[in-house]
């Protein structure tokens, strides 16, 4: 038996969509990320699959936060076509990379700066979002309140060490 991978029927797109999005819902990106390649192998450009997929990552990163994974999730960013999406995509990719470092020890500078990033590109979403859209703007505040619970701030850099250390 040749262990080949199978290509989906078009077919079958819709319906593999609704795998995916379920698997996400089950806490299994894993899989939702499998069938997402499956339908990106036929139908590269299907905007609502590149989404699944990116979200699918997203939520792998609190189990490894591998750089492979953070360039796979920015280069499938840069494949979407709305430029609202892409910048809220990547303001969501620099959130969940700062919601991981708050959970581990003496990472919260590094959070803070994540934080920031996600602020930057949610602040562009909201100047392209759709009517009726405010997602951006959620994420935002959200955003903004975890900074002010975790008492984040930002890093010292060297210089700053530096002129402390001479006062």
């Given at each position: 038996m040749e262990l080949n991978l199978h290509d989906i029927r078009i077919s079958a797109v819709?319906?593999?969509i609704e795998k995916a999005k379920q698997y996400r819902s089950l806490l299994e990106p894993d899989i939702a990320e499998s069938i997402c390649l499956d339908v990106l192998n036929?139908?590269?450009?299907n905007q609502e699959v590149l989404i699944i997929y990116i979200l699918a990552l997203l939520d792998q990163i609190s189990r490894s936060e591998k750089q492979t994974?953070?360039?796979t999730i920015e280069r499938t960013i840069e494949k979407l076509t709305s430029q609202y999406q892409r910048y809220y995509y990547a303001g969501l990719l620099n959130e969940r990379?700062?919601?991981?470092l708050i959970t581990q020890a003496m990472s919260h500078s590094f959070a803070y700066d994540y934080f920031i990033e996600a602020l930057n590109f949610y602040q562009q979403a909201v100047d392209k979002c759709p009517e009726q859209?405010?997602?951006a703007i959620l994420r935002w505040n959200s955003c903004i309140r975890t900074i002010e619970k975790e008492k984040l701030k930002p890093r010292l850099d060297s210089e700053d060490l530096m002129v402390d250390m001479e006062s």
């Open positions: 819709a319906q593999a036929i139908d590269p450009d994974q953070i360039k990379r700062a919601r991981h859209n405010d997602e």
